[in-house]
Antibody, heavy 118, light 109 residues
């Protein structure tokens, strides 16, 4: 069974850092591109970042470029999101999702809440 | 900044048909934007329904269909069921980036 479980969320102060993890199981992680999507409380979805299977292609939304870094460890079946210089507007539930084809995501994690507040 | 626009809310009667649309601030939506549609219920992760305009996932009920309509991406629900009440999100791809619409709250009443 395909599963993705996010962890590492919590409450941090503005300007602080946090690292999210997404542990994948039930499939060959190294064969799939991945992405992070977030959803602020009561708001719509926002794409954050995507990474290819071998980390050679990485993209970021303008809202996080220069502050967030996506990475993966195929040996550990894990996806990461390093979030620096956090702002109140980064408060959201963060989901990891798997691409199963061009512009096609299929499985999503349940999400992890990140709250940025003083 | 690219903006993707959806109807904020729609209401449909059980058994009825409703079409949700997804427009791009850059102009007409084409298949090259690989329109995706997701369903999300409160407290749950988004569930993918449609990819590349009109392709269904294995779990997508037959009553859901995707298309291009009048320069927009469209999601049509035919024979709406009470369990279809949810938020629906569209997603368009712009080269290396992707933008979600604001979501449509569908009420079945």
């Amino acid at each position: 069974e395909v599963q993705m479980v996010e962890s590492g969320g919590g409450l941090v102060k503005p300007g602080e850092s946090l690292r999210l993890s997404c542990a994948a199981s039930g499939f060959t992680f190294s064969s799939y591109s991945m992405k992070w999507v977030r959803q602020a409380p009561g708001k719509g979805l926002e794409w954050v970042s995507s990474i290819s299977t071998d980390s050679s292609f990485i993209n970021y939304a303008d809202s996080v470029k220069g502050r967030f870094t996506i990475s993966r460890d195929n040996a550990k079946n894990s996806l990461y999101l390093q979030m620096n210089s956090l702002r109140a507007e980064d408060t959201a539930v963060y989901f990891c999702a798997r691409y199963s084809g061009v512009a096609k995501s299929d499985y999503w994690g349940q999400g992890i809440l990140v709250t940025v507040s003083s | 900044q690219t903006v993707v626009t959806q109807e904020p809310s729609l209401t449909v009667s059980p058994g009825g048909t409703v079409t949700l649309t997804c427009a791009s601030s850059t102009g007409a939506v084409t298949s090259g934007y690989y329109p995706n549609w997701f369903q999300q219920k409160p407290g749950q992760a988004p569930r993918p329904l449609i990819y590349s305009t009109s392709n269904k996932h294995s779990w997508t009920p037959a009553r859901f269909s995707g298309s291009l309509l009048g320069g927009k991406a469209a999601l049509t629900l035919s024979g709406v069921q009470p369990e279809d009440e949810a938020e629906y999100h569209c997603l368009l791809y712009y080269g290396g980036t992707q933008v979600f619409g604001g979501g449509t709250k569908l009420t079945v009443l």
